[in-house]
């Protein structure tokens, strides 16, 4: 190999640093460069996008009444956000919120009020335009008492309700009138009330933000955030080791990691709610149609070699299809260990003694292809041979949708409450091509009774015991194989501090606020 010069290699970093839209020149230290996967945001409208790109950067410009604690996605730990304190009935029906005063939305649209809050769940519950209207099913009436005050009705006992008016997706505070007036464009100027303001919006290229210096809690230390769309890890490593950006996505592989860390001037940050990483099986493809075929599909996946290969740090195994630590997750449910005997029984049984070829369709993005050709390998030891086709990451998410693949590997993390998860992924209402799906692959109608009686059960052990009863279920089938669930990894510079000790995150990101620095070298 040719030896490269200093000046050459400089000339070539500079080079690709400008194709990749970041400016050579250093930084300004109150400017924050932040480095993401994506090639684009989806919708900056909290109550539409479910995307990670979208969902991290709408934390920082969107308030709910409540919040978690920065840092954390303990639902044990929420705290007054936009509502200064709230109090509910004695059988959970009625609940009363007490809004902060002074309260200024971005860009001028005025005083956040009760109206803000009402227009907000309502749009939040609307089906025909929120992708989070599933979790706000129980709401009966949302009213305002007076300009700083709410009460909402429930039809049903809600456990965890905080959670509908958290920071997170559809318990976001957008404002009325800016809704209003801006329409579809909302979605990339959106209004809120948070610490950070949409400035300039760039498609596949960048989002620039600034700091709301009337935010309620205090001016933030950064004032602008550049949040760029570099979706090659490879491009986003190069970015920040040459200090063009200070904040990245990082590589959700423990090798990655452990050279992070050996240098001195980053930080690796690795952090829940991890991602469960699943693999949905497309029961309306032939021979997944099949109990015995999708029984021993779960016996030939070897999940300790999975997160062997992930890594001890970022992977962990799982089991049920509600992610471990949730609200109404169980562990009692029909494994299917480790065994090519078992399945290669199964596929007999079933009269596929050779096995047989299944077509898949994987995203490029390595933390879910690199996983999924693992499974191809094992897979082909029980004579299933499954003949990969490797998509953007953009084109990969719009074709699983169109019901084009025998199997998807998806992650996805969610509010911490089996429920919603269980509804999103594995009620019939939310089969591929359904009005009322949103982002499925899977096709199960084995626990919609469980979910259905969840949904209005008063008794929240009942309510525990359904959503278990819903996973065994879905389990003893195989509508979908858990295999492992996949942490948050971030790098920073060390001069980056973020105001707080981020150990969980419900956005997908680091939470950037008021008290979030960065400081000279």
């Known amino acids: 190999m040719a030896h490269i010069g200093p000046r050459l290699l400089v000339l070539m ?7 990749m839209g970041i400016p050579k020149q250093a930084i300004a230290q109150k400017t924050l460069a932040v480095g993401v996967l994506g090639s684009d945001a989806g919708s900056l409208d909290p109550h539409v996008s479910t995307a990670s790109q979208d969902k991290i950067v709408t934390a920082w410009i969107f308030n709910g009444l409540v919040r978690f604690k920065p840092g954390s996605a303990d639902p044990k730990l929420m705290e007054p956000d936009l509502a200064e304190r709230w109090e509910t009935s004695s059988d959970g ?26 227009f907000s769940l309502k749009r939040a519950a609307d089906k025909s335009f929120s992708t989070a209207y599933s979790a706000y099913e129980a709401l009966s009436e949302v009213k305002a ?20 008016v958290t920071n997170f997706h559809g318990g976001m505070i957008v404002s009325k009138k800016a809704a209003e007036e801006l329409g579809d464009k909302f979605k990339t100027k959106p209004i809120g009330t948070g610490p950070f303001a949409v400035k300039e919006y760039t498609p596949k290229s960048n989002i620039t933000l600034t700091a709301n210096k009337e935010y309620f809690r205090g001016a933030p230390k950064i004032e602008t955030i550049l949040y760029r769309f570099v979706p090659e890890e490879a491009s986003r490593e190069l970015a920040f080791t040459n200090g063009e950006l200070q904040l990245i996505y990082g590589t959700r592989d423990q090798r990655w990691v452990e050279r992070m860390r050996k240098d001195k001037d ?11 990483r699943t693999l949905h099986l497309n029961t309306s493809i032939k021979p997944l149609d099949d109990p015995r075929v999708r029984k021993a599909i779960a016996h030939a996946i070897n999940r300790d070699e999975v997160v062997a290969f992930m890594g001890k740090d970022v992977s962990r195994t799982s089991y049920s299809v509600v992610p471990e630590g949730y609200l109404g997750y169980t562990a009692d449910v029909p494994k299917f260990e480790y065994s090519p005997d078992k399945a290669k029984a199964l ?7 050779n096995g047989f070829p ?23 030891k029980v004579e299933i041979k499954m003949d990969i086709e490797i998509l953007e990451h953009a084109s990969w998410h719009k074709i699983i949708r ?20 269980l509804n999103e992924f594995y009620h019939s209402a939310s089969i591929v091509g359904k009005p009322t799906a949103v982002a499925n692959f899977s096709h199960c109608t ?20 359904l959503w278990a009863k819903a996973q065994q279920k879905i389990m003893a089938d195989v509508y979908a194989i858990p295999v492992f669930e996949l942490m948050q990894v971030w790098a920073r510079k060390n001069t980056l501090d973020f105001g707080h000790n981020e150990v969980d995150s419900i956005s997908n990101g680091p939470m950037l606020n008021e008290e979030t620095k960065l400081a000279d070298k």
């Open 402 to 421: 169109q019901n084009s693949s025998a199997m998807v590997l998806y992650g996805a993390a969610r509010f911490p409450v089996a429920g919603g998860y």
């Open 145 to 164: 008492m007076d300009k700083y005050t709410v009460e909402i009705k429930l039809k049903t006992p809600v456990p965890s309700f905080l959670g509908l």
């Open 347 to 353: 596929l007999k049984e079933a009269g596929h003694p």
């Open 358 to 380: 299944l077509k898949v369709m994987v995203t490029k993005v390595d933390p879910l292809r690199l996983p999924m050709e693992i499974i191809q390998e094992q897979l082909r």
């Open 266 to 276: 980053s930080i690796v940050d690795i952090m829940g709610l991890g991602e469960q």
């Open 93 to 118: 029906l009625t609940w009363k919120f007490y809004l902060r005063q002074g309260v200024k939305f971005h860009s001028g649209y005025g005083e956040f009020t009760s109206d803000d809050v009402v």
């Open 13 to 19: 970093l500079s080079c690709l640093l400008c194709a």
């Open 446 to 465: 084995a626990a919609d009774a469980e979910l259905d009686q969840a949904k209005k059960e008063a008794d929240p052990k009942k309510q525990l015991e």
